[in-house]
């Protein structure tokens, strides 16, 4: 991690770049006791693991961006909703915010949302929490309830999130989300299903089709407005029919709840999330009169497969050799990106003796290696993993492979980001290298 020593007063650095740490002057530096964002000082305390790196991308709105293909993706969403949803008076149904602070309590990411207090989501591992009391939001699921409160029935919420994830071509620590809810009322489930019908039951009995308080008849209904409305949209984004699948899942805060998977590169990407919402949420949030779905779906993976973009770090590249291809006015124009030339990639394996003192996962050297060496880093994989018999020492072995999107990287540049992170190893994990 990068980090101010208060002692010296100077910039951000490298523990092993610290002057006054390595003169061994100052003592062990210590971080500032605050993290700083948008003008909003937040205490740190055992919890803080969110790292400048990360916070360097607030800010980005990749989907705020007039020519980018992920707020091309988030318009196309919307117009969708906008073109398909018209009320009574010819006014759109559903409302769009793409604005909020991504900043948000740990109420709002998990509580409200029925997340058990030890659900794995809500490691340190997973997520980049500022404090034990606020993290930089892991879904935009996060604002559902609040919205719901304020009195929403429709609206769609695009932001960017933020997950101590594994690295490959599909996967990056932040990205971008947009959820949508629906509520309906009495008279709005009998307009979708064409005469009267009853939304809920008292002493009903939860299984694999429905919720306790819903009847059968209701969450059927529900069901299949979601998933067909899904499906057009998905269809009307990629200008046809494409294969898909619906798997089944669990999240705590849908019941049924399914995944949506289309064909991509030979296998099957997931690309969204969704279900009927918990009538308890809902009921906490002030509108238990009405029956709701809900989804949740990621901007990237439907912008690599719509613009053949063959991997998820391009779309935080600055570099014109990407932006001018998608500098067109009109989000709907067909366009397939023309990778600028492909560069080889370098290979480059560490291994190190976890530390004994304090918890570690494989996560904590993830951001390590990305705070090092940035988006150069394409993939990292534990490659061995070795306990010793004697000591019960554990060492893990990850291979690194780099990669440059724009150009091609010498062995030497590779060399000083690997002996930076060798050292930051040390310094950082109090891990020791093999
Ligand atoms: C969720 O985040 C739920 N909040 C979705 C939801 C909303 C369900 C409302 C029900 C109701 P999940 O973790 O599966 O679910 O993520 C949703 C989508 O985000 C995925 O399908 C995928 O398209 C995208 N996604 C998830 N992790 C990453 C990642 N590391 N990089 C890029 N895209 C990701
Ligand atoms: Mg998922």
């Known amino acids: 991690m990068l980090f101010r020593c208060l002692n010296c007063r100077g910039k951000l650095q490298l523990l092993s770049q610290c002057r006054g740490y390595a003169e061994g002057i100052q003592g062990k ?12 000082d937040y205490a740190r305390d055992n919890y803080t693991n969110v790292t400048p790196k990360i916070l360097s991308y607030l800010g980005r709105n990749l989907h705020r961006e007039k020519y980018h293909p992920i707020s091309f993706v988030k318009r196309r969403i919307e117009n969708y909703f906008y073109k398909n949803f018209i009320g009574r008076r010819g006014n759109p149904m559903f409302s769009m915010h793409d604005n909020l602070n991504p900043v948000v309590s740990v109420e709002s990411n998990f509580d409200n949302l029925l997340i058990p207090a030890d659900h794995v989501s809500r490691q340190k591992g997973d997520c980049y929490y500022i404090n034990k009391n606020y993290l930089l939001r892991a879904h935009t699921t996060a604002h559902q309830f609040d919205l719901i409160k304020m009195g929403l029935d429709h609206f769609i919420v695009t932001g960017d999130v933020y997950r101590r994830d594994e690295i490959d071509s599909t996967h990056f620590p932040v990205f971008h989300q947009s959820d949508a809810v629906r509520l309906f009322t009495r008279e709005q489930l009998a307009a979708v299903a064409g005469h009267e019908i009853e939304p809920f039951e008292l002493n009903g009995i939860e299984n694999e089709e429905k919720q306790a308080q819903h009847t059968l008849e209701a969450s059927k209904l529900i069901e299949k407005e979601l998933k067909s409305t899904l499906l057009s949209l998905i269809f009307n984004i990629f200008g046809g029919e494409m294969p ?183 310094d950082v994990l109090n891990g020791a290298v093999r």
């Open 29 to 40: 530096p210590k971080l500032e006791p605050f993290v700083s964002i948008n003008n909003v």
């Open 244 to 426: 898909h699948r619906w798997v089944d899942v669990y999240f705590p805060f849908t019941h049924p709840s399914w995944e949506l998977e289309i064909e991509h590169n030979g296998t099957w990407m997931e690309v969204l999330g969704c279900g009927v919402m918990r009538q308890d949420i809902i009921k906490r949030a002030g509108a238990g009169d009405r029956i709701c779905w809900a989804f949740g779906m990621g901007l990237e993976r439907l912008a690599m497969h719509l613009y053949k973009i063959p991997d998820i770090r391009l779309f935080w590249s600055k570099d014109s050799g990407f932006l001018s291809q998608f500098n067109v006015d009109d989000p709907n124009v067909n366009i397939t990106y023309k990778p600028v030339s492909v560069y080889p990639q370098l290979t480059n394996d560490l291994s190190f003796w976890l530390p004994v003192d304090r918890e570690y996962c494989s996560n904590d050297f993830y951001d390590l290696v990305r705070d090092i060496g940035g988006n150069i880093v394409e993939q990292i994989n534990l490659v061995d993993e070795f306990r010793h018999p004697k000591t019960g020492k554990v060492s893990h072995c990850y291979r690194i492979v780099y990669r440059h999107m724009e150009k091609t990287l010498t062995q030497e540049e590779v060399n000083e980001v690997h002996f930076k992170l060798r050292q930051a190893v040390v």
